[in-house]
């Protein structure tokens, strides 16, 4: 939270010291008038790239240890196998069922989730909301089988996941993650994954519904362009429509989705929401909401505290009857309520 008042206030402060060396040089007759509006002209102008390029770093630093954080919890997770006679499991047609689940988190002995009950009906749209990032992350990664709950049931359409096969389960779930991984290789196959059962023609369109289409066409070499394994020479936003392109062209039953905290702006945003108005409708999706527009959105909110379920509704309900969600609310969106309200 200090980061950008230290940013701006460090660059002021150079800003000063150096014009105060400048007017030293222009009284001893070193430096003309001219050439003081000169720097200072110079230093006006490089100061917002210089800004933007700290910024980049800033996101980019935070982005790599979210994801080694994510990682390495996921690596210290326990075996997950598929059992001997495991059964196909049909398309995602009316629930999603958590019953007295609960999750130790791997290597330790705290509870990521206790007890937690909760039914999401199929073509709706559900957000989890809570303090714990660590919570939310556990309890989706618990239905494509990432991890295994310690105990309780998770179902759908009353197939318990532990006795379906691996592929029919994780065939219906596409994630998009906050920061997500994209590949050494061309945009074009960052979205196709490299799987040649879809067309160039197929991935076009997924990424026009992502919004993606309009910035790979100003790529050097289009779908074609060959970009890093941090996503180099793409933004973050542009990196997260890759991969929300990816989850659209693989036309997944239930879609769970963590929005970016940082690095959007203002079109980005209103391009996300006319993908949700797109894509959404009639599909079932589970949010990690990280703005206000999408969290009133969702049919059902959850709210998630000390690895239990301790309010559900909508978000006007949950604004009206939950002291817990409200506080949280203000602190995420104080600065949203104030301008709306301005």
């Known amino acids: 939270a200090l980061y950008q008042p230290l940013l701006v206030l ?31 002209t110079a230093l006006v102008s490089l100061y917002p790239p210089v800004q933007s390029w700290l910024e980049a ?11 080694v954080n994510v990682f390495k919890f996921l690596e210290r997770r326990g075996e997950v196998g598929q059992v001997v006679g495991a059964e196909f499991l049909p398309p995602l047609h009316k629930q999603i069922e958590f019953d007295n689940v609960c999750l130790r988190e791997p290597g330790s002995s705290r509870m990521l989730l206790q007890d937690v009950t909760l039914t999401i009906p199929a073509g709706k749209r559900v957000g989890l909301v809570g303090p714990d990032d660590l919570e939310k992350h556990a309890l989706v990664y618990l239905i494509p089988r990432l991890l295994d709950p310690t105990s309780g049931e998770i179902r759908i359409d009353q197939h318990n996941l532990r006795w379906v096969t691996l592929d029919s389960l ?13 590949f050494h290789d061309t945009v074009a196959n960052n979205i196709g994954c490299g799987d040649n059962a879809y067309t160039l023609g197929q991935i076009i369109e997924a990424a ?22 941090l996503g180099h020479p793409l933004s973050i936003s542009e ?10 062209l693989r036309d997944p039953a239930l879609l769970i989705i963590e929005e970016p905290q ?69 602190l995420e969106f104080s600065e949203v309520v104030e301008q709306i309200q301005a």
């Open 170 to 182: 994780r065939a219906q779930i596409a994630i998009v993650l906050m920061h997500n991984l994209i």
């Open 57 to 67: 770093r800033r996101l980019l630093r935070r982005g790599r240890d979210s994801a």
């Open 262 to 330: 940082d690095g959007l702006d203002e079109e980005t945003k209103a391009l996300l929401d006319d993908t949700w108005t797109r894509v959404l409708p009639g599909r079932t999706v589970i949010f990690l909401p990280h703005r206000i527009s999408t969290i009133r959105s969702c049919d059902t909110l959850f709210l998630l505290h000390k690895g239990r379920i301790v309010a559900s509704g909508t978000h006007k309900e949950l604004l009206a009857q939950n002291t817990l969600y409200r506080h949280l609310h203000y």
């Open 239 to 248: 990196q997260f429509r890759i991969a929300l392109a990816r989850a659209v």
């Open 208 to 229: 026009k519904v992502a919004h993606a289409h309009h910035f790979i066409q100003k790529l050097p070499k289009g779908y074609e362009t060959p970009i890093g394994e």
């Open 10 to 40: 460090l660059g002021l402060l150079c800003a000063l010291v150096l014009l105060f060396v400048a007017g030293i040089l222009v009284l001893s007759g070193q430096l003309t008038v001219a050439g003081l509006v000169a720097l200072s």
